[in-house]
Each structure stands twice: as C-alpha cells, then as structure tokens.
C-alpha cells in the first residue's frame, strides 16, 4: 500500500457547513439562490402544490431585485461577506488542526456547495468525515438542512428512478448542537467585551437576537427556542448581567403566519422608547457576519431604535475568523473525531 493512500485512510476529512450567499448583489444571481433555498421543504414546510406557484409567480418574480438592494449594502470590493469569513473560518480551522485533518467549506446553498465538497474529500480517498454545521442551536429549517445535503452527496439518492449504485461511502460524524459549548459561550463572551472596552463604558441595555423560525415549527417539537434561550442565558451569566440589563429577541420574520417573540423590531422600537443612549446588540445564532447581521441589525436596526427616540446601537461582530472561536472550532471538531486520530 502506498504512502499517499495511508495518509488519505487516515486523514479525518471536516467540512465546514454554512448556509450560503449569492454569487453576486444583482437580481440575476439571486434568483436562482433563493429559488434553491425556498424551495428547500425543510425552510417552507408547506404543502408543494400549494407554496410553487406562490414562489414561483410571486416571490421569485419580485424578491429578488428587492434582495439584491439590500446585498448590495453589504457587499465587499472582494465579494460577499460571508463567504469571506467563511473561508478564513476553514482556513483558520485547518492550521489549527493540522495534518491529520482535511478541512473543507461547503455551502447548503449556492457555491461553493456541500455536493462539491464531499466530491472532492472522495477524489482524495477520505472517508471519515466530520461535518460541522454553522449553526450552534439545532433547527429543522437549518441543522436538519445541512443533514440532508451532506447525506444525499455521500449517500446518493434512494428512490426508484434516481438510484446512485454507489459502492463505497464515507462514514459520517455530525458535530451536535453546540449551544451551551463553553469555548463557543466563552468566544462570545470576548467578542462582547471587546465592543464594551472599545466604547468606552457599558452600555444602557444589552439585546441578544437570534433568527427566527415559524412558531409552529417549535410547537411541533422543533428544539430552536429552548437553545436560544440557554444560549443567551449562558452569555448573559458569564458577562455578569442580572435579568434587568437585557433583553432576548427573534428576527428576520417572512411570510404572514406567527414566528417566534418577542420579535426584535418591536424591541428595538420599546427600547427606544426608552429614550436608551446606548444599546449592544449581539447575535449569537450567526457564526459569520451577513446580511442578517450587518444590514437588518447595523442598518435597519439602527434607524428602528433611533426613530423611535433611542441613541446608538453598537452592533457586536459574529465569531467570524476571530482567534478564541477558530479556537473553539477545533476544540469542538477534535472531540468529535476522538478516536479517529
């Protein structure tokens, strides 16, 4: 046997599973990456004959120039932000690592995809495979996504008319939700406190914000809400914050049905209201800054708060490629691969 297939037998692939981001801010590139992630039956769980035609005649027809406005504001001279932060992520990660290890992005949507990444750690004959979703509390509409592409590309599909007669397959390790993780708590407690010492004084309340998600889908056994909740609870105790010095959210609602409360835009607004001068918002559902956070938080938040008689709202970056998370990175990844290395 030689050398080059020892080192791929033993080398513990890892994949970096991030949602995705459009190929550019147009109308034309967004398209066809919101008609893939709308058309995810994990995001929109509805009925297909009953959500298509609304996609495809309504929403497809009209998001996307609106959407690409709003990338547009985001948008880096070297590209989108999260795919930036995403490849010093898996870059980082991989020094970090070492040898032993093959560490590799994937995006659920858009390029480059999760079917790409799982190609390439099979042409280089690895088949122990870490995967490591981008997302610290566990929801259908994005853990459970992440499952599905990462099987269909090392499994192949199963169904009558499109069967994959594959006859070699990696074994997979899903990293779990890493929520209440102390090196991922500890690596938002420092991006906090590092924005807390660069203003100069502490703030007038604290908003921890989270994505939000159907509230039907936790009403049906979803665990997102209870892991946000530790997951701020947790933050909050280690920056010593009693109850009265900050507030929990939930953002980024679509669609008409109720989504998780409190919403975070009506608690901007009360905030305000306030009459607060300073408000630190984090975000500690996103491992990479991206639309979510830098616009509808830094932007639309800020004049939500504002408008409404608030001051200043001081936006804490995500983990992003910042040296104690790619540390908890490989701390997490490495005790998911014990007795692999």
């Known amino acids: 046997m030689s050398s ?75 590209g989108s932000p999260l795919l930036l932060t995403s490849q010093a992520q898996t870059a980082g990660l991989q020094q970090r690592l070492g040898d032993g290890f093959r560490v590799i992005l994937g995006m659920r949507y858009g390029e480059p995809s999760i079917e790409a990444a799982m190609a390439q750690l099979q042409k280089e004959g690895i088949e122990r495979i870490v995967v490591l979703p981008m997302f610290p509390q566990f929801s259908c509409s994005t853990t459970a996504s992440i499952y599905d592409g990462v099987n269909q590309a090392a499994f192949g599909r199963r169904c009558p008319l499109f069967f994959d007669r594959r006859r070699r397959m990696p074994t997979l390790r899903f990293v779990p939700p890493y929520f209440e993780h102390p090196a991922y708590i500890d690596s938002l407690k420092v991006r906090v406190e590092e924005q807390v010492q660069a203003l100069g004084r502490a703030p007038d309340r604290y908003l921890i914000t989270f994505h939000g998600i159907p509230a039907r889908y936790v009403e049906e056994g979803d665990p997102y809400r209870q892991q946000c909740e530790r997951t701020a609870q947790l933050l909050a105790t280690a920056l010593g914050l009693n109850e009265g010095q900050w507030r929990l ?88 691969s014990a007795g692999w290395v």
């Open 4 to 78: 080059s297939t020892l080192t791929s037998a033993t080398t513990v692939g890892v994949v970096v599973a991030q949602l995705g981001t459009p190929a550019a801010p147009t109308a034309a590139a967004l398209r066809p990456y919101l008609r893939q992630f709308l058309s995810d039956p994990r995001v929109i769980d509805l009925k297909w004959w009953k959500w298509l035609p609304i996609l495809y005649l309504f929403i497809l027809t009209r998001r996307p120039a609106r959407s690409a406005r709003l990338y547009a504001r985001i948008w880096t001279d070297a």
């Open 249 to 336: 959210g939930f953002q980024s609602r679509f669609g008409k049905e109720p989504w998780l409360q409190p919403y975070t835009e009506d608690l901007l607004a009360d905030l305000g209201r306030e009459k607060l001068e300073s408000l630190v918002v984090t975000c500690p559902g996103f491992t990479a800054d991206c639309l979510e956070t830098i616009d509808e938080i830094g932007h639309e938040g800020q004049q939500q708060f504002h408008e409404t008689g608030g001051g200043q709202l001081h936006l804490v970056p995500c983990v992003n490629d910042h040296p104690r998370w790619l540390d908890a990175m490989a701390t997490i990844v490495q005790q998911e």
